[in-house]
T-cell receptor, first 114, second 111 residues
């Protein structure tokens, strides 16, 4: 089985632009979570979606939004990009919504904002 | 505010030596996870600890969880160069797959 896939792998954007990152979970996984990892730090939780509904949101501004599609894939959108948004964005999938289920992380999307 | 702290932040150790990485967290949780990250790569799951007193071992790594002390340890036995990586602990506070990660421990094993 394929693991969690993310696209694109790398992305360079200019301040003020908008970006959309995509994630496909492992087959059979219905929960998708997004994390931001700034260089040299641990990942920070952004969103969790389960069965197409938002189940949790971390301490991020409204410029960040996400959604989950009927096939359980997910998009993370960031508007009005700032230099500080430069980071590795990780998607993780899990069978269920609770912490009883292990999360599997994708390879990430490296976003650079100039 | 939930805090997850690891120490040390940086660890340089010789091959064959033993060492322990500590993960302290500031809120009640009985679920803790350990991940490994190689430079420029994603996170690889190492251990899932789901109850007080849980102990798991894989190769030269052993993880334990003490929920009363809010402490998890990752013990490295007879380190080898291949273990060089950054290790993160993560806590689930019961709100689902919303993990709070520690600061990370960058481990370098010197031949």
């Amino acid at each position: 089985d394929a693991g969690v896939t993310q696209s694109p792998t790398h992305l360079i954007k200019t301040r003020g632009q908008h970006v959309t990152l995509r994630c496909s979970p492992i087959s059979g996984h219905k929960s998708v979570s997004w994390y931001q990892q700034v260089l040299g730090q641990g990942p920070q939780f952004i969103f969790q979606y389960y069965e197409k509904e938002e189940r949790g949101r971390g301490n991020f501004p409204d410029r960040f939004s996400a959604r989950q599609f009927p096939n359980y894939s997910s998009e993370l959108n960031v508007n009005a990009l700032l230099l500080g948004d430069s980071a590795l964005y990780l998607c993780a999938s899990s069978i269920g919504p609770s912490g009883d289920y292990e999360q599997y992380f994708g390879p990430g999307t490296r976003l650079t904002v100039t | 505010e939930l805090k997850v702290e690891q120490n040390p932040l940086f660890l340089s150790m010789q091959e064959g030596k033993n060492y322990t990485i500590y993960c302290n967290y500031s809120t009640t949780s009985d679920r803790l996870y350990w991940y490994r990250q190689d430079p420029g790569k994603s996170l690889e799951s190492l251990f899932v600890l789901l109850s007080n007193g849980a102990v798991k071992q894989e190769g030269r790594l052993m993880a334990s969880l003490d929920t009363k002390a809010r402490l998890s340890t990752l013990h490295i036995t007879a380190a080898v160069h291949d273990l060089s990586a950054t290790y993160f602990c993560a806590v689930d506070i019961g709100a689902g797959n919303q993990f709070y990660f520690g600061t990370g421990t960058s481990l370098t094993v010197i031949p």
